[in-house]
Structures are given as structure tokens and as C-alpha cells.
């Protein structure tokens, strides 16, 4: 008459052992989904009237690369005086190649841009040839790719005219507002103030894009007001659906010295 009545007990007993190999599955394959999402990178320097334009496009893309990329090389195409390689029509291909190879759902489409800016849009320029990169167009471009998870980092002055595309699944953080100018436009320069401050300064000593961006910003700020320039406000918003959970690489080592641009990811290499 024991048995039955430990039967219960036993049975319990069971459950309670199982219930510890079963109850961490769920978050183990939710962190799984999570981990498996990748950065893919495309870079663009837009205009041929300064190195330091096609200098930041290919180091930023280096440091995103390392840290969001999981190893994937980035899409690096900029003006410089032996080659004109960036254009509206450049920056489309770019986008639909990344966009071809990427988990739409899952992964994040990563575009930087740098370059001249103004209240209309960005300065396209390669020799004689001059354009203007709109938010219009930019909108246009990167809807197209179809990718959910979009982050927009642009380097110009008044670039805060870009900050109207951000929304839930598009993350846009640019150098300054829309009214004001950055700084650092220099002719030995190899970054911009907010591009080094971002990239080069932040982000490998923060884990994700938002803390990297607040001290950016102050950096941006220090430097402003020690040199008496006027605040170029850097912005930042959207991307609510998933910035919060997007992490660097677990790995905080030093950035790698950008590689020189090899031809499958560069097409002005020097």
C-alpha cells in the first residue's frame, strides 16, 4: 500500500526534474534568434574634394564591420581624385547586393554616408560631375532593400535633415542638427570631429549604438566649445524595435587598422 501512495510523490518528483532541462530552452532559443542576426555594411564617401571623405567611409566601415558584422566584409565605394565611384545610381546597386545576401527580417542593413552637407541634402561630387543625395532619395533607396532593421549614420552638416526617416525600424543618427554645420572637414584631416568621435572613440568602448552616440556627442561638445565653434547638435532617433537589443561584438579588443580597400569591397581602392 506504499507504492500508491508514493506514486504521486514520485510522479512529482518527475516533473519538477524535467522542468529544469525544459524551462531554460525557451530563453536559450530566443538569445539563439537573437545572436544569429548580422550587420551588413555599406559605406559611402561622397565627395572627391577631400581624403578625409573617402578616409572616414573606409574606416567607419572597417569598425562597423568589426563589431556589428560578424566578420562580413563591408560594401566601401568613394570619390577620390584617381577614381569616381560613388553615385546615386552606385549607392542603389550597393544596397540591393547587400540587401540579396542578408535575412531581411533579422539582420541589420547598416549605411554610413559622409560627405559635404547643406539644408537640401548631401554633396555628390567627382570631378566636374556635382549631385545632390536628398532624403527623398535616400528614403527611396533604402525601402527598396526591403530590410526591417535599418540604421542610418550620416557625417555632413546639417545633416538632422535625414532625422525625418527615422521610425521604429529605421535607427538614423547623423553629425548635427538640420541647422547647423559639423566640423573637421579638413585637408590632412582622416576624420571628421563626430566620425571620430562615434566611431573611433565610442563605440569600442560602449556595447551598443545608443551609449556610443551619447558620448560621441559629448566629445562632439568639448571639442566645439573649446575651439568657439557653434554646437552642431548631433541627433539621434528611432529604431525602437530592435536598437535596444542590438549589441556590439562580445569582444572588446582594439579596433584592426582598416585594411586597404581590396577590390570585391572597394571600387576606389588607391
Known amino acids: 500500500m506504499s507504492r500508491p501512495a ?32 548580422r550587420g551588413h555594411i555599406v559605406a559611402f564617401g561622397l565627395s572627391d574634394e577631400l581624403n578625409v571623405f573617402h578616409s572616414e567611409a573606409t574606416r567607419a566601415a572597417a569598425i562597423l564591420a568589426q563589431y556589428y558584422g560578424r566578420d ?4 566601401v565605394y568613394t570619390n577620390s581624385r584617381a577614381s569616381s565611384a560613388a553615385s546615386v545610381a552606385a549607392l542603389r546597386d550597393a544596397l540591393a547586393k547587400v540587401a540579396a545576401g542578408m535575412d531581411r527580417e533579422n539582420d541589420v542593413l547598416f549605411l554610413f554616408l559622409t560627405s559635404h552637407g547643406s539644408p537640401s541634402g548631401l554633396a555628390i ?8 543625395l536628398t ?19 550620416i557625417s555632413a552638416c546639417f545633416s538632422g535633415i535625414f532625422i525625418p526617416l527615422a521610425d521604429a525600424e529605421t535607427l538614423v543618427i547623423t553629425a548635427a542638427d538640420a541647422m547647423h554645420p559639423s566640423f573637421g572637414c579638413e585637408k590632412r584631416a582622416t576624420w571628421t570631429y563626430f566620425g ?25 561638445s568639448a571639442r566645439e ?11 539621434m532617433a528611432g529604431g525602437q524595435s530592435f536598437a535596444p537589443e542590438l549589441r556590439a561584438a562580445a569582444e572588446r579588443s582594439e579596433p584592426k587598422q582598416p585594411r586597404q580597400c581590396a577590390k570585391a569591397t572597394c571600387r576606389n581602392a588607391p
Open 125 to 132: 561630387q567627382a570631378g566636374k560631375r556635382q549631385a545632390v
Open 225 to 235: 566649445r573649446k575651439q568657439g565653434y557653434q554646437p552642431s547638435n548631433p541627433q
Open 6 to 37: 508514493n506514486r504521486p510523490t514520485s510522479f512529482l518528483a518527475l516533473l519538477v526534474v524535467l522542468g529544469l532541462f525544459v524551462i531554460p530552452l525557451g530563453p536559450a532559443r530566443a538569445q539563439a534568434v537573437h545572436t544569429s542576426a
Open 135 to 153: 532624403p527623398a532619395q535616400v528614403a527611396t533607396l533604402l525601402r527598396q532593400t526591403r530590410a526591417r532593421k535599418k540604421v542610418l549614420i
Open 196 to 220: 571620430r568621435a562615434f566611431f573611433s572613440q565610442a563605440l569600442p568602448k560602449t556595447g551598443n549604438l545608443k551609449d556610443a552616440f551619447v558620448m560621441a556627442r559629448a566629445i562632439v
Open 72 to 75: 562580413e566584409a563591408p560594401l
